[in-house]
């Protein structure tokens, strides 16, 4: 299935010709919350926005890096196509979050929409020209690329020193410090991903995710909710699961 034509007409700003950052709801969480109104504005300038439907694809690893994007909602997973055809989800992004930093003149992944998703999207270029006016948007770009190198790294432990149970509990823990990050209660975490991009994030079986998560189930660590909720009774004690206590 190929990306999406990001040269395709974007969807209508749904607020007419007001500043369609004016009612973003994740603007506090984005690289937008540095920017006053007039930097703002130029933001706007360049932005489009797009709704793009579950589980189609956005980009494609290889191809021309000529778009950056915003999500403003919904799920987005991240992965990479190994030479024998097997799939590895290298991340999920969340209204906030930052898609399409490329080191060169390509993406270096594909994403794919894991729920129905709205994005701002800007013309590389035009993003570049402003990022060198706006010494504070470079920043907190720059801000956003370190985080995600940190999370590389602990993506990297988490696949491989950790057991299907420390890692599953751990990718559960990190769901539950991105909404306490968010000013959110910590439980219960929303799984919106299906229990095979779970085990391709985690370098694991399906069978061995649902396995985990029945066993996590049954010794009281978590509760399964309704709507793909799960809810962390003990996250002390969860703690302790992940580190290999």
Do not use: W
């Not at 956005?58 to 799939?87: H, M, W």
């Not at 906030?96 to 080191?103: R, S, V, W």
């Not at 470079?138 to 432990?157: G, H, I, K």
């Not at 299906?194 to 029945?214: C, H, N, Q």
Request: glycine fraction near 6%.
């Amino acid at each position: 299935m190929s990306a999406i034509d990001l040269n395709k007409a974007p969807v209508p700003n749904p607020f007419g010709t007001l500043n369609p950052c004016a009612a973003c709801t994740v603007r506090d969480l984005s690289i937008c919350q540095v920017l006053n109104e007039t930097d703002l504005q130029r933001l706007a300038e360049i932005a489009t926005t797009m709704e793009i439907a579950a589980r189609a694809p956005i980009l494609d690893e290889g191809e021309d890096a000529s778009y950056l994007f915003n999500v403003t909602g919904g799920t987005v997973k991240l992965y990479k196509l190994l030479p024998d055809g097997r799939r590895q989800i290298t991340g999920f992004l969340y209204g906030g979050d930052f898609l399409g930093i490329a080191m060169n003149e390509q993406y270096a992944y594909s994403a794919e929409a894991v729920t129905g998703v709205t994005l701002c999207r800007f013309p590389r270029k035009k993003f570049e020209h402003l990022l060198t006016v706006l010494p504070n948007l470079e920043q907190r770009l720059l801000s956003a690329a370190s985080n995600e190198l940190v999370q590389a790294q602990d993506q990297m432990v988490l696949l491989g020193r950790k057991t299907a149970k420390e890692k599953i509990v751990s990718f559960l823990l990190a769901l539950s410090r991105r909404l306490e990050a968010r000013d959110k209660a910590p439980s219960p975490v929303h799984l919106p991903m299906s229990r095979s991009d779970i085990a391709d994030y985690l370098g694991l079986t399906t069978e061995t995710v649902s396995r985990t998560f029945s066993a996590l189930k049954r010794n009281g660590d978590i509760r399964l909710l309704d709507g793909g909720k799960v809810e962390l009774p003990d996250i002390e004690a969860l703690t302790e699961i992940a580190d290999g206590y």
